[in-house]
T-cell receptor, first 113, second 111 residues
Framework: EAGVVQSPRYKIIEKKQPVAFWCNPI?????LYWYLQNLGQGPELLIR????????DSQLPKDRFSAERLKGVDSTLKIQPAELGDSAVYLC???????????FGQGTRLTVV | LAKTTQPISMDSYEGQEVNITCSHN???????ITWYQQFPSQGPRFIIQ???TKVTNEVASLFIPADRKSSTLSLPRVSLSDTAVYYC????????????FGKGTKLSVKP
């Protein structure tokens, strides 16, 4: 069975440009997470979905970040416009919810120049 | 959510047993303790989870004392490939259900 799939793996954009990341979770996983990870730091939660509902987006910078999970399966995270400080790895994870283990994708490394 | 405290880094040699302790003084009754491992350029990977006493799987053991205010991840006979960052998470996965990561412990295994 395929794991969590993220694309692209790497993205380089100029500041003020938009960028989007895509995540395909494990089939049947209702819970989906987006994280941001800076070098040398632990992952920071941006948003958590239960099916298609964003149940916690308190850490999502809503002035420039947006996310959606249509039909409760795939999810897209968007940044518009990107800033230099947005350079980081963006991780997607999915789980069956509750105490079940979460499975992470390999992440998208974003570089804003 | 209970806050966790772990050592920033640890060094070990191949073949040794490594114990990484995590403090979580404010753990709630319904909270579980979960450990993840992360290699460079990869997402974190689940290692082990427990509620009390001892849990063992093919990768590690997790020791949790009766007061549950700390836990110890034990890696038997580490190899170079165990060099990674290890994160301790505490939560009930219920209504909050968020996986909150700290800075983790960077384990370096030397030959």
């Amino acid at each position: 069975e395929a794991g969590v799939v993220q694309s692209p793996r790497y993205k380089i954009i100029e500041k003020k440009q938009p960028v989007a990341f895509w995540c395909n979770p494990i089939s049947g996983h209702n819970t989906l997470y987006w994280y941001l990870q800076n070098l040398g730091q632990g992952p920071e939660l941006l948003i958590r979905y239960e099916n298609e509902e964003a149940v916690d987006d308190s850490q999502l910078p809503k002035d420039r970040f947006s996310a959606e999970r249509l039909k409760g399966v795939d999810s897209t995270l968007k940044i518009q416009p990107a800033e230099l400080g947005d350079s980081a790895v963006y991780l997607c994870a999915s789980s069956l919810g509750g105490q079940f283990e979460a499975f992470f994708g390999q992440g998208t490394r974003l570089t804003v120049v | 959510l209970a806050k966790t405290t772990q050592p920033i880094s640890m060094d070990s040699y191949e073949g040794q047993e490594v114990n990484i302790t995590c403090s979580h003084n404010n753990i709630a009754t319904n909270d579980y303790i979960t450990w993840y491992q992360q290699f460079p350029s990869q997402g974190p990977r689940f290692i082990i989870q427990g509620y009390k006493t001892k849990v063992t799987n093919e990768v590690a053991s997790l020791f949790i004392p009766a007061d549950r205010k700390s836990s110890t991840l034990s890696l038997p006979r580490v190899s170079l490939s165990d060099t990674a960052v290890y994160y301790c998470l505490v939560g009930d996965g219920g209504s909050q259900g968020n996986l909150i990561f700290g800075k983790g412990t960077k384990l370096s295994v030397k030959p």
